[in-house]
DNA sequence: TAGAATCGCCAC
DNA sequence: AAACGTGGCGATTCTA
């Protein structure tokens, strides 16, 4: 495709340019840098493309203040700009330039939303292309070299990929207004900015504190390993040189179940799952579930973290993916941050530097208030009301007993019955995790039902709903499309708890994302900046002199951020000013 | 031998 | 078989 471009050399050329640019509604927007990390590398080309000719602005030549006019048009909500993957641009916008990337439509974020959870779909600029414009382009230039002279074939390059933006808009912003997706769409591209922000900071984390409790780790695991060797070993067959027996591999599972088999210890298999219950008869399980969780934490939370450790900020910038699951959740990975063990040793490795404070704060039982305002349950939102304890309420209201007179063990089956049923948990499942008998379980089921019967009825008309529609959808309209064959139960049966779970846990995202945009927003111009996103938690770290301030701003967005989708029941904000990312 | 599949477990 | 939802990721084992 040939796009008409001009290669801008001269600034007195940008007042005329800004001028075109600022006269339109939509302009498509890309850069090109020198590498993929923006601590690390340039930002080289900026092109900003109008319906007639893209702009190819080589950065190198320029200072920011001369390419202010064309910065103040990036900054403004209006034109609105296109982008793929914003994200990245809005990172190396704000390193290199200092300037935030607003109003934008991300046609990344556009494709995730239109495919509403189809995994087959890719969402690169290439595939979007073909599946939208039915173009074939060919991104063999996107990895060349952007930091020397440019060839012409680059430049013709840069100026396509922010030409075809604008086409691509059209076509996707229709189709997601077809879909009335366009509100989770708004919702996710103001995100935008505030996530490539939290990225572009990172979080700080105490080498010195890691590395000692890697090592505390490593020699606890391989005491557990030397005594599981000498117990297991004693019924094994192969003996080595010396012989002594042949070590098995503890992270083999199917090492694992032959050697208990051999002292005697018949297994289906090694999963926690099934071990934990033979855990009182035989102190080997326990050592091996010991083993285990050392052994897994020290693979995936060791050494290797440290190896993400930027070597320009000498902080952890991990990746988050802004729609990563199709309910809307953010993931996060390299380093996972978001599955860091919740235990003080491992969190108090993440610490607010010299001077500054950490404010932790998260959303109290957020998910089951969203169940409370979805299903209208008038015992649940008064229970919400209340103030009082959630679990000790549901037990109280289930029991037909006062609040005061609810024993612990009470509590917890309450407990168990809220948490699982917002996962579409049943009767088995429950029994399992509270441990009472199948029949207990129903009945407790049952009385919940009784006590909460707007839940009862909004679950089942979830799950059937899923079934029938093929879809399930949140308060933003956020949407997930299902396949189903008809005639598997099974499949049928996991469809139904999805159908319970998805409206919930994508509301929750719909709420976090929407308050992650207005806390980013208040927090512009003062010295704080979220680092952290965990689901319905932030973290946000700041100047230790404003740190009330700050976790007074964190708790009113992110309340703000809920009231725009729950207008039915309260919503609290626990949040701590800490050194640490601890919930002291 | 590289990549896929599986098991297992961390988070919310 | 599966058994409450969503992911990421590491180690082992399978497969071409």
Not at 24 to 39: A, K, N, R
Not at 296 to 307: A, D, P, R, V, W
Not at 507 to 518: G, N, Q, V, W
Request: one cysteine or more.
């Amino acid at each position: 495709m040939d796009t008409n471009y001009e290669l801008i050399t001269a600034a007195d050329k940008f007042p005329r340019i800004a001028a075109e640019l600022r006269a339109q509604p939509v302009i498509g927007l890309d850069t090109e840098t020198t590498g993929l990390d923006p601590h690390t590398s340039r930002l080289r080309l900026l092109q900003l493309a109008t319906p007639q000719t893209s702009y190819v602005i080589d950065c190198f030549r320029f200072s920011p203040e001369q390419l202010s006019p064309l910065l103040e048009i990036i900054t403004a909500a209006q034109p609105v700009k296109v982008a793929h993957n914003a994200k990245f641009d809005a990172k190396f916008l704000m390193k290199h330039l200092g300037i935030r990337l607003n109003g934008i439509f991300d046609t990344y974020l556009a494709s995730l939303l239109i495919s509403a959870g189809n995994e087959n779909h890719r969402h690169g600029l290439a595939p979007v292309a073909s599946r939208y414009l039915d173009l074939q382009l060919d991104k063999e230039q996107q990895l060349s070299n952007w930091s020397g002279e440019l060839s012409r074939h680059q430049l013709d390059y840069a100026a396509r990929d922010a030409g075809i933006l604008l086409p691509l808009r059209d076509k996707m912003a229709a189709r997601l207004d077809g879909m009335d997706l366009l509100v989770t769409a708004g919702l996710e591209f103001e995100c935008v900015p505030a996530i490539a922000a939290m990225e572009l900071a990172g979080v700080h984390l105490d080498v010195a504190r890691w590395r000692d409790l890697v090592r505390q780790m490593t020699v606890a695991r391989d005491a557990v390993a030397d005594e599981l060797q000498e117990v297991l070993g004693a019924g094994a067959a192969q003996m080595n040189l010396f012989g002594a027996p042949e070590p098995i591999n503890l992270d083999s599972p199917a090492q694992v179940k032959e050697a208990l088999a051999r002292i005697g210890i018949e297994v289906e298999d090694t999963r926690e799952w099934t071990l934990s219950k033979l855990v009182d008869g035989h102190p080997v399980i326990a050592r091996l579930l010991e083993h285990r969780g050392l052994s897994k934490n020290l693979s995936s939370f060791g050494e290797n973290i440290l190896e993400f450790i930027n070597p320009a900020t000498g902080r952890l910038h991990a990746d988050f993916r802004q729609i990563g699951t199709p309910t809307g959740r953010i993931t996060t990975s390299s380093p996972s941050l978001q599955q860091i063990p919740h235990t003080p040793e491992y969190r108090s490795c993440f610490r607010a530097p010299q001077g500054r404070k950490l404010i932790v704060a998260d959303y109290s039982q957020i998910e089951m208030r969203i169940l409370a305002d979805m299903a209208r349950d008038e015992a649940l939102l008064t229970a919400f009301h209340s103030g009082a304890d959630l679990h000790r309420s549901t037990a109280s209201q289930m029991l037909g007993i006062p609040l005061a007179d609810i024993s612990p063990s009470q509590r917890e089956s309450a407990k168990g019955l809220n948490y699982g049923l917002v996962y579409g948990m049943g009767a088995e499942g429950l029994a399992g995790r509270i441990g009472v008998s199948l029949k207990e379980a129903e009945m407790l089921i049952e009385r919940y039902f009784k006590a909460y019967s707007g839940v009862a009825h909004w679950l089942r008309e979830a799950g059937e709903s899923a079934v029938r529609e093929r879809e399930a959808r949140t308060a933003s309209g956020r949407l997930w499309r299902f396949s189903l064959d008809p005639g598997d139960r099974t499949q049928q049966a996991a469809l139904r708890r999805v159908g319970k779970n998805a409206p919930i846990q994508g509301t929750s995202s719909d709420i976090f994302k929407r308050a992650m945009r207005l806390l980013d927003d208040t927090l512009l111009g003062l010295d704080a900046q979220i680092v952290n996103s965990i689901h319905d938690e932030l973290v946000v770290e700041c100047n230790s002199a404003i740190a009330e301030e700050i976790r007074e701003i964190v708790r009113f967005e992110m309340v703000a951020g809920a009231k725009e989708f729950l207008p039915r029941v309260p919503v609290e904000v626990e949040a701590v000013i800490s050194d640490a990312w601890l919930k002291k």
